[in-house]
């Protein structure tokens, strides 16, 4: 009987311990209680003095995605003298909690690169729920405007500014893309700079403008990169690929399509003056020519192609050099190719990288004359 | 002529059976001769009695004659002591007295001996029959497929109410002698008032008051019951039972059908592929609703993640209220739909269906991805090839959902976790229960253990 006995009583409190399964908890939150940003804009404050202005782009739900023609998006901003501090009050403004675990772009203004950029990007690292592969991007005028923009081709549930910068959705060479981690590392850390995308908007056409970049160096003036030298900066590093060159010789033009790039670069120190060596090897075929072309030729094409392509990356090197900033990371691979010894990065940086030579060898290989003969 | 006494012993035996009514004690006579018989009519075949026991002995010439053809009777059997000897009359034998000499004879009427269409595990090729509700047939229908010396059988006098008939299989020359032991052990150990089935005996067989898994595996198929036997595992046939057990098993055992063995190799292997992947599905996949919902979202892809949330608006209950609400409809259904006669388990099932389908969703009791998730993991349950384990799972999906709605994503690794430490804890008679066969079919059937 004791043995019952106890069992209903072990049954009872089981019971009853599970009745609390009803009480919803703190850490038990349904998701239609949360509300997700899905982007962060980032400008100085006009209100508060050295202050910030954030903006958030939060997602409505949606009932029935198929049915909803516009995207349901909607933005508040708010001024405070700390990134933390906006984020916590703008929790006030709205009913339900702020879930920043799906948030994957964080937006600045340009002005913000100069000032104390390491403060404001604290406040995201040390965020739990700020993913570290948020990307990072520049606005060209102020990140409000940008993180506030709907483009017109914009689907619902689907984030425009995500799809520009994860390679599931375009992929060009004049997006570069730069995740928060990235960002950190290299703003903190010495040898490389960062590149970030600027992202642009274009309120007559109702459209992003993402072709040009930023490179950053802490407490320098930051250095603007054209489209032009964006893209090839872009298909060296990142390998980016579906780019075209022109290319024109007398009175004909022809267009290549580039699919490959290899890249390879070596650091001499040891023989004359110190020299970069580069190779560039570029593999793709014709897309466009203004004239009938024979496959025996190809190899002419090829030389003239290689000439065009080493002077203009020779100019962005040389570009790069005289701003005495190093997206590439050369000072990276030089120091991490040396025994480590003070002033290791100082010797890098103030006498041998304003002073290298560059050493260009650009190997185009078309395939064909991309016609079908 | 003197009338001849009936030998004592019929006496005392009709004493004990009295008062039944089906109770015969009858006096053959014929010219000075004299026979007595003793049965129960109602489990006797009365057709059989009148061929060889009762014409015989009107056309036999003398007593002794009678005797021995008696006693050269194939289905003659040895006179036991007192208990048993009533346990077999009760079940059907003939007592025949011949001049003081006692002969029992085994004529029993058996009406349960069909042979039953595969009903719990059916498979497209293999043998559609399964075994049969009367041991004697299932032994022969084992046996047809097992001709060997070495296949033993052994029957057991269980001390229960019914004293019903059961009998151990095995191959002598396969089977491990120590599991021989300790199953014969369990079973003379057994305390248990009544049993009747073959899925009551492996409860008993389990000596723990609780128990999740099944530790052995109850069966229909005389293909599986053969493999098994060749594998050097033993088989329990119990009387009316269409059902055999066999022991000892592993978890991987209930996760194979006897179709695997019966396609090539690139099917069987997608087939186990998706019976894996359906059971893990139906494990997780309730729990895992909860936790990407209630607790971790940034999980999901952002897309999803909306959706998730737009198809949760209105819905009153928290995700873990929602997801026990649509489980516990879908296993009231598939109760439901087992239970009920055939004609009506239609409408029941379309009725569920009804509701579980959209009118759930469009009372905005549940989101449209919940019923998703539901009928997968109604579906995927399915998919496990053996019933009990099955079931076992059932159970194994709710012990996760407390443990994931307490502790979200953390609480789903951890019940999960628990589970397969609890699993690697277990064994079946020595065998221990997550044991992976590491060994090709071949091996299996020729090393037995």
Sequence with gaps: MAGKQKMIKGFLTATLLLALLLQAGCAFKDIDKRTFVVGIGIDPSEKVKNGFRVTLKLAKPIGNVKQESTPTYAYISHDADTVAVAIHEMETRVDTVLDFGHNRIIVMNKELLTKDLDTFMDAFTRRGDIQMICFVAVAAKTSEEVVRFEPTIEAPASIALYNYFDNTGTESPYVVTTFLYEFRREVLGKGKDTVLPIIGVDKDNQEFHVTKSIVLKWGAKPVELTAEETKYYNSLVNKAVGFSYKIEEDSMFLVLNVTEVKFKYKIVLNEGDPRIDMKIGIVGNVGESSQRLSGKSLKKYDKLAAEEIQKKTMALLTKLQENNVDPFGFGLHYRATRLSRKGLDKEWEERIYPEIKFNVKVDVELQSTGAVE | ?????????????????????????????????????????????????????????????????????????????????????????????????????????????????????????????????????????????????????????????????????????????????????????????????????????????????????????????????????????????????????????????????????????????????????????????????????????????????????????????????????????????????????????????????????????????????????????????????????????????????????????????????????????KDSLGTPYLKIPWKSKTNELEGGQ
């Design chain 2, 1 to 425: 002529m003197t009338e001849q006494q009936a030998p004592p012993l019929l006496n005392e035996l009709s004493k004990k059976f009295k008062p039944s009514d089906d109770v015969v004690q009858t006096p053959l006579q014929i010219k000075g001769q004299c026979a007595f018989l003793f049965y129960v009519r109602t489990v006797v075949d009365g057709d059989k009695l009148q061929q060889t026991v009762i014409k015989p002995f009107f056309e036999m010439a003398s007593e002794e004659d009678y005797a021995s053809y008696i006693l050269s009777l194939p289905n003659q059997i040895e006179i036991p002591e007192i208990d048993k000897l009533l346990m077999l009359i009760s079940a059907g034998a003939v007592i025949v007295a011949i001049d003081n000499q006692l002969c029992l004879l085994e004529l029993r009427l058996v009406k349960n001996n069909e042979v039953q269409e595969t009903t719990m595990e059916p498979t497209i090729h293999g043998p559609q029959k399964g075994l049969s509700e009367d041991i004697g047939t299932t032994i022969n229908l084992i046996r047809q497929r097992y001709h060997r010396a070495s296949l033993k059988v052994e029957d057991i006098i269980i001390d229960d109410a019914s004293n019903i008939a059961v009998s151990l299989l095995y191959d002598s020359d396969r089977v491990d002698p120590e599991v021989l032991k300790k199953i014969k052990k369990e079973l003379g150990n057994l305390k248990t008032p009544l049993f009747q089935s073959g899925g009551e005996l492996q409860h008993f067989l389990n000596k723990s008051k609780f128990t999740l898994f099944p530790t052995a595996m109850v069966t229909e198929r005389p293909d599986r019951i053969v493999y098994n036997l060749v594998a050097g595992k033993i088989v329990i046939a119990i009387d009316g039972s269409p059902n055999v057990i066999v022991v000892p098993v592993i978890f991987f055992d209930f996760m194979a059908s006897m179709e695997d063995n019966y396609h090539v190799s690139a099917i069987s292997g997608f087939t186990i592929l998706l019976r894996y992947l359906g059971l893990f599905m139906c494990i997780v996949l309730p729990s895992l609703y909860i936790a990407m919902t209630s607790y971790n979202p940034e999980i999901l892809r952002i897309e999803l993640a909306l959706t998730v949330a737009g198809s949760r608006i209105g819905v009153p209950y928290p995700s873990f209220i929602e997801v026990i609400f649509m489980l516990l409809f879908m296993e009231l259904l598939t109760e439901a739909s087992m239970r009920l006669p055939k004609a009506v388990s239609g409408t029941a099932t379309t009725v569920g269906g009804l509701i579980l389908g959209t009118a759930a969703t469009e009372a905005a009791l549940t989101s449209t991805i919940m019923v998703i998730i539901i009928s997968a993991v109604a579906i995927s349950t399915f998919v496990i090839p053996i019933n009990e384990m099955s079931f076992a799972v059932r159970v194994v999906r709710l012990l996760l959902i407390i443990y994931t709605s307490l502790f979200g994503m953390v609480g789903l690794l951890i019940g999960f976790l628990g589970i397969i430490m609890f699993m690697a804890n």
